[in-house]
């Protein structure tokens, strides 16, 4: 994989805006009190051109890299000419999506339950994208993507927030997140954690699994007491950490330098670290993660267009193209077959069902918990943000 800056995002996770929350009281745990938009029953001529809101990385043209383009061939294939714009949050995602300018929006599981609330996004018809057959079962039909039994997009890939350390200065090798909260003054100042509220869930996770007696079933839904025990723990983590990172070009040079020897990373930060004796893993408890979803607008004004492309980014071979640039699994097995790399689906643990199990997939933390508890509310995701900026003071 070539490191760019172009891959860099999920920058601060997704800040989300308070009337949004509003809006998603109503979405719960998987259903929507959106008016049923309703999926194309049959697709048209495509209409020449398509416009696409993304993550950068995922709709390279060649632009940023000559040898790094996908979207020729679907222009080349379909006459439809591509247009896109990157984003850097999901709250921005959300705020652009709103102004009906974008056909196709890729959101991550903290943004597609607002896009449905909102009436931002159409209901899918999966017949009409024959590519879709391929995907892993795993990712269909998942609360991030499908609401009342309805789905809202087709999956894109997915990823998962590992433990990285430096072994020269981390011993014994860890096995649990522990090593990072309730150990983590052994690594005073060296200690690196994601720069969102997001990462309060890394901590709830831990909780669920080292403190049973908390009650905690779902990392994203927590009550009062549950939230309050999971930010004791960000608080006391909080003088241990030395830097918190968003970009992640940043964490890669602190393991170099030596300035972080612990922390939460990603895949694709372990494999650019240029020290031989970093190592990432997915501790004993498992993990939160992401897994991304192609979605279409409300209000698009190209939607065979639209379809064409999710057609096309379902693909094995777009797939393929666009996942091992940005550094994450696949979303379907014989996307393998076009990788690059020939240990890519290997290293990105693609496909495999028992290590995506360990994993808890981003959402958006609504009052309606989303654990399907009805007697207590949730702390929304405003609550979490409001948090955070106490945790880091």
Known sequence: MRLTTHTSRRAAGALVASGALVLLAACGGGGSSSEDTGAAAKLGENEGQVSILAWPGYVEDGSNDPEVDWVSAF???????????TYGTSDEAFNLAKTGDYDVVVASGDLTARMVASKQAAEVNTDLIPNYAGVYDFLKDKEWNTFDGKNYGVPHGYGANLLMYNEDEVSPAPTSWSSVFDESSKYKGKVTAYDSPIYIADAALYLM??????????????????FAATVEVLKNQRANVGEYWSDYLKEISAFETGDTVIGTTWQVIANSVEKSKVKAFLPEEGS???????????????????????????????????TEYFGEAPNNPEACEFATDPTFCDTYKAGDEDFASKLWYWRTPVAECLDGRTDVECKDYSEWTKAWTEIKG
Not at 209 to 226: R, S
Not at 290 to 309: E, F, G, L, R
Request: hydrophobic letters at 25%.
């Open 75 to 85: 222009e080349k294939d379909t006459g439809c000419q591509v247009t896109s714009k």
């Open 288 to 322: 939160t993660g992401w897994s991304d979803t192609w979605m279409i607008s409300s209000q698009a004004k190209n939607p065979n267009c639209s379809y064409a492309w999710l057609n096309y980014i379902e693909s094995p071979e777009a797939n393929a193209q666009a």
């Open 209 to 226: 699994n080292t403190q049973p007696d908390l009650g905690i079933k779902n990392p994203y839904a927590l009550d009062d007491e549950q």
